[in-house]
Every structure is written in C-alpha cells, then in structure tokens.
T-cell receptor, first 110, second 112 residues
C-alpha cells in the first residue's frame, strides 16, 4: 500500500514569493493534516482537514492557507515567504486518531 | 493549550543496553499518546501508541508506560540495536480531529 506522498521533495524560493505544496493521503484516509518542522524541533500543527472542511488551525499567520479536494488530496499554500518559513513541511493522513506522515517537503527560503 | 516536554534531548547507549525517553504533558484532557521515530531525510514514523485508559503497552522490544495522575509517559527500548539510532518524538492529542502536540525530540545514538 502506498503511504502518504508529498511533492515536491525539495523547494528553493526567495523572500516574498509564494509556494504550493501537495499531498496525497493513504488510500481510504479522509483526514489530512499539515505540520511544520523546523530543524531540531518537533512538528508544529498548521491545519487539519476532514471531508474537505477545515477542522483545526494552528497558530500560523494568514499567509498560510490550505484546502482539501474531493479525492482527499490537499494543498498547502504559503504567500509572501519569509526566511523563517524555511522548514520541513509534513503532511499526515489519519485513520481514527492515528497519524501517518509523509516524507515531507523541504522548503528553503533565501 | 497543551505543552509537551521531552527529556533527554540526546541519549547515547551501548548496543544491547536499554534506552528510556520521558515526556510530560500539561492538559489532563489529552487522551492519546503516540511515539514517532524519525530517520534522517524521512518523515516521522509511528512506532507505538497508548490511550489514556491503558497504563502500559508493549510491542516486541518497545514499550510505553503512562501515568495519568502525574501526566507523564515514557518510551522504553530494550536490547537496543544500531538501527534504533534516530530522533524519537513523543506527542499528545485529545483524539480524532484534534491537533497533536509534539515534544522537542530525543536523538538516540546506539553505539555498536
């Protein structure tokens, strides 16, 4: 069975640009969450979606937005990138309360 | 909100020894406590989890204990092997549709 897939794996952007990260959940999982992991720290919650509806939002500015599509895949958008947005962005799909992560998108903002 | 603290930040053990990683949480409403293993260049992998109605759970060389009264839970790895070397994260959640709060991670190094 395919796990959570994310694309792209790596991305380099400059300050002020916009970025879109993509995620496909495990087949049969209807919930997708996004986490930001800064080097040396644990993942921090950004968003959760279930059946295309936002179920939770973390303490991130409005520059961060997301959506979930009818096939349960998801996109995370970040506008007006700052240097501090450089991190590993993790997507996770969940069944009941168990959370399964993809390998992430490493975003570098220069 | 919930606050999860994890100790130690680094742990070095000899192959075959046991390793213990401890976490505390602040919100008594948290009822689900997973542990993740993260290898370099990969996302966190769920290795074991425990719900608040259970005090201990074991899966081969890995075990997790939970003390609800003291609000702490621990990961125990016995007979460590070099392939156990990774960063381990604890987390706490109030269940489905709730955010997960992660500890800051423990880098485990198992020396052959």
């Amino acid at each position: 069975d395919a796990g959570v897939t994310q694309s792209p794996t790596h991305l380099i952007k400059t300050r002020g640009q916009q970025v879109t990260l993509r995620c496909s959940p495990i087949s049969g999982h209807k919930s997708v969450s996004w986490y930001q992991q800064v080097l040396g720290q644990g993942p921090q919650f950004i968003f959760q979606y279930y059946e295309k509806e936002e179920r939770g939002r973390g303490n991130f500015p409005d520059r961060f937005s997301a959506r979930q599509f009818p096939n349960y895949s998801s996109e995370l958008n970040v506008n007006a990138l700052l240097l501090g947005d450089s991190a590993l962005y993790l997507c996770a799909s969940s069944l009941n309360e168990k959370l399964f992560f993809g390998s992430g998108t490493q975003l570098s903002v220069l | 909100g919930e606050n999860v603290e994890q100790h130690p930040s680094t742990l070095s053990v000899q192959e075959g020894d046991s390793a213990v990683i401890k976490c505390t949480y602040s919100d008594s409403a948290s009822n689900y406590f997973p542990w993740y293993k993260q290898e370099l260049g990969k996302g966190p992998q769920l290795i074991i989890d425990i719900r608040s109605n259970v005090g201990e759970k074991k899966d081969q060389r890995i075990a997790v204990t939970l003390n609800k009264t003291a609000k702490h839970f621990s990961l125990h790895i016995t007979e460590t092997q070099p392939e156990d070397s990774a960063v381990y994260f604890c987390a706490a959640s109030m269940g489905r549709f709730n955010k997960f709060y992660f500890g800051s991670g423990t880098k485990l190094n198992v020396k052959p």
